[in-house]
């Protein structure tokens, strides 16, 4: 059995430290407020942007995913999208102008998306099969801490202060928040590089990829068209619907604060709340893992999405700045915390073990697919309601609402593997009694 005390293990877990700092800072931060307040454009220039770098890496993260499975090269082209997005982040802001920070933005977001690809792929290469869910954990919790790492890190070349102290820094304002962000996303992911070893090419490593996975993709929809394995299908629509709403939510809230709530950037407020919500998503990841075990995955992403649905109301209907930090900002990191939690390990348990590479591929593209939708939705609905002033942003989270209503919908008619196992189980002990009556 493997060791999570192994230094691969480490530089892997490592791996998801650097990237969120990279997240939190640029895709759920920093660079929304640059454009929307410093350049003063529309959200849908910066939602359209993002649907069109996400769209892109849905359809290369296939194609690169059955490169690199044939080849069994993961790390250089890994160390290479990583590069191209610390590159493109470290330069935002030195150029004058809308368009070079959109262009930018775009290829940061495509190099970091698509490095996931290489990265997610090593997970099953360096842990045994009995403690990929521990590993993976291991991953997410310092994860957690990346993005508060990060967001600490940023703030005084923000804001010039650090929770009120004055320290010898030039307030930059948004802007400021790239280049150590990039620096950061950089400096934490070269262990990765240099301490993950490759597994080797699996199969043809000279066969033609780009067939190979037509050829995968093929077998899967024949697969869920004919009902082969029940309720993935439906599973994959309800991660479409509802990831839509909550991966929008969690990247523009620091918009919403602002322009709603009334929270200041500038003094720090957006990032402090920030920061607190992700302690509680630390907090919701451990006990919804619990609820997970105990409870099956099913029932316990139902609880978390009903939670959502009250996070979703509760921002919609609360007005009062201190209120919205201390009940919204609690209850989305909590909930935070449970939604991957809970989804993945329910999407493992519908599948077959032999094939869980290819349907997590499938699944994974379905969150792409969501992160276009729900920017495009919000972009849409706060530019073609700008008239109404801040009122739009509580009608795109409405949106956004009826979006993870429709998934919890869907969610109900997904079969529970764990009941079916249980009802399996029960069967075969009353054929045995039965049978033992019987003689």
Same mark, same amino acid.
Request: aromatic share 12%; charged share 15%.
């Given at each position: 059995?493997?060791?999570?005390?192994?230094?691969? #293990?480490?530089?892997?877990?490592?791996?998801?430290?650097?990237?969120?700092?990279?997240?939190?800072?640029? /895709?759920?931060?920093?660079?929304?407020?640059?454009?929307?307040?410093?350049?003063?454009?529309?959200?849908?220039?910066?939602?359209?942007?993002?649907?069109?770098?996400?769209?892109?890496?849905?359809?290369?993260?296939?194609?690169?995913?059955?490169?690199?499975?044939?080849?069994?090269? &993961?790390?250089?082209?890994?160390?290479?999208?990583?590069?191209?997005?610390?590159?493109?982040?470290?330069?935002?802001?030195?150029?004058?102008?809308?368009?070079?920070?959109?262009?930018?933005?775009?290829?940061?977001? #495509?190099?970091?998306?698509?490095?996931?690809?290489?990265?997610?792929?090593?997970?099953?290469?360096?842990?045994?099969?009995?403690?990929?869910?521990?590993?993976?954990?291991?991953?997410?919790?310092?994860?957690? #801490?990346?993005?508060?790492? !990060?967001?600490?890190?940023?703030?005084?070349?923000?804001?010039?202060?650090?929770?009120?102290?004055?320290?010898?820094?030039?307030?930059?304002?948004?802007?400021?928040?790239?280049?150590?962000?990039? $620096?950061?996303?950089?400096?934490?992911?070269?262990?990765?590089?240099?301490? $993950?070893?490759?597994?080797?090419?699996?199969?043809?490593?000279?066969?033609?990829?780009?067939?190979?996975?037509?050829?995968?993709?093929?077998?899967?929809? &024949?697969? +869920?068209?004919?009902?082969?394995?029940? %309720?993935? !299908?439906?599973?994959?629509?309800?991660?479409? +619907?509802?990831?839509?709403?909550?991966?929008?939510?969690?990247?523009?809230?620091?918009?919403?604060?602002?322009?709603?709530?009334?929270?200041?950037?500038?003094?720090?407020?957006?990032?402090?709340?920030?920061?607190?919500?992700?302690?509680?998503?630390?907090?919701?990841?451990?006990?919804?893992?619990?609820?997970?075990?105990?409870?099956?995955?099913?029932?316990?992403?139902? /609880?978390?999405?009903?939670?959502? #649905?009250?996070?979703?109301?509760?921002?919609?209907?609360?007005?009062?700045?201190?209120?919205?930090?201390?009940?919204?900002?609690?209850?989305?990191?909590?909930?935070?915390?449970?939604?991957?939690?809970?989804?993945?390990?329910?999407?493992?348990? +519908?599948?077959?073990?032999? *094939?869980?590479?290819?349907?997590?591929?499938?699944?994974?593209?379905?969150?792409?697919?969501?992160?276009?939708?729900?920017?495009?939705?919000?972009?849409?609905?706060?530019?073609?309601?700008?008239?109404?002033?801040?009122?739009?942003?509580?009608?795109?989270?409405?949106?956004?609402?009826?979006?993870?209503?429709?998934?919890?919908?869907?969610?109900?008619?997904?079969?529970?593997?764990?009941?079916?196992?249980?009802?399996? *189980?029960? %069967?075969?002990?009353?054929?045995? +009694? =039965?049978?033992?009556?019987? =003689?």
């Amino acid at each position: 059995m493997a060791r999570v005390s192994r230094p691969e #293990v480490h530089a892997w877990a490592l791996y998801d430290f650097a990237y969120t700092i990279w997240s939190m800072n640029v /895709l759920s931060v920093y660079f929304q407020l640059y454009v929307i307040k410093d350049l003063e454009a529309p959200d849908l220039a910066y939602s359209a942007t993002l649907s069109g770098a996400m769209g892109l890496v849905a359809l290369l993260a296939p194609l690169l995913g059955a490169w690199s499975d044939r080849r069994g090269r &993961r790390i250089p082209p890994m160390a290479f999208w990583t590069l191209a997005s610390v590159v493109a982040t470290a330069l935002i802001g030195r150029f004058a102008g809308l368009g070079p920070a959109l262009a930018l933005f775009f290829v940061a977001t #495509v190099g970091n998306q698509l490095a996931q690809v290489f990265y997610n792929a090593k997970l099953p290469e360096i842990a045994a099969p009995e403690e990929i869910g521990r590993i993976s954990g291991y991953g997410t919790a310092l994860g957690f #801490v990346g993005s508060i790492s !990060g967001m600490l890190v940023a703030l005084p070349f923000v804001t010039g202060k650090l929770f009120g102290w004055h320290l010898p820094l030039v307030a930059e304002g948004n802007v400021g928040s790239f280049l150590p962000t990039a $620096i950061l996303f950089g400096l934490f992911s070269l262990p990765a590089f240099f301490l $993950i070893r490759e597994a080797g090419p699996s199969g043809n490593p000279r066969g033609p990829a780009v067939r190979a996975a037509r050829a995968g993709w093929r077998e899967i929809w &024949r697969d +869920l068209v004919s009902g082969r394995y029940p %309720g993935v !299908g439906r599973y994959l629509l309800a991660n479409l +619907l509802f990831f839509d709403a909550v991966n929008t939510v969690i990247s523009f809230m620091s918009s919403y604060c602002v322009q709603v709530e009334g929270f200041d950037a500038r003094k720090g407020e957006v990032q402090v709340m920030l920061m607190m919500a992700t302690l509680w998503a630390v907090v919701g990841a451990w006990i919804w893992g619990l609820a997970s075990d105990r409870l099956s995955p099913k029932r316990a992403l139902t /609880l978390c999405l009903w939670l959502w #649905v009250v996070v979703l109301l509760a921002a919609i209907g609360i007005r009062d700045k201190t209120a919205f930090f201390w009940i919204v900002g609690p209850l989305a990191g909590f909930a935070m915390g449970g939604t991957g939690v809970t989804a993945r390990p329910l999407m493992a348990e +519908l599948v077959p073990v032999e *094939r869980r590479g290819e349907f997590f591929g499938l699944w994974s593209l379905f969150g792409r697919f969501a992160a276009i939708i729900g920017p495009l939705v919000w972009g849409g609905v706060t530019t073609g309601l700008v008239a109404w002033g801040t009122v739009r942003y509580p009608v795109a989270l409405g949106a956004e609402l009826a979006f993870l209503i429709a998934g919890l919908w869907v969610l109900q008619g997904v079969p529970d593997p764990r009941l079916a196992f249980a009802g399996i *189980r029960q %069967g075969e002990v009353q054929d045995g +009694l =039965l049978e033992e009556n019987q =003689l």
